[in-house]
């Protein structure tokens, strides 16, 4: 995960979803609520760039770099 930025406001963590072509990845992210418009959680930049490597990964089929960064479930035919 990556390090968080200084930007005031509480720090929460979220649910993020990454799916893939085979798979779907939960993964645990931190969030800031800042102090200057509390309406919502953001994220950080860092933040989004590690997603959009999760995503990268989905999009390859890596279960086995995404299952170290969070819980992944692989769709299968009926």
């Given at each position: 995960m990556p390090q968080p930025l200084n930007i005031p406001g509480k720090r929460v963590r979220m649910t993020k979803w990454i799916h893939g072509r085979l798979c779907v990845a939960r993964v645990e992210v931190e969030a800031v609520v800042p102090d200057e418009d509390p309406s919502e959680p953001c994220l950080e930049p860092a933040t989004v760039k590690w997603l959009d490597e999760l995503q990268r990964l989905a999009d390859a089929g890596n279960v086995d770099a995404l299952e170290q960064h969070g819980?992944?479930?692989?769709?299968?035919s009926a």
């Open positions: 819980e992944v479930f692989v769709r299968r």
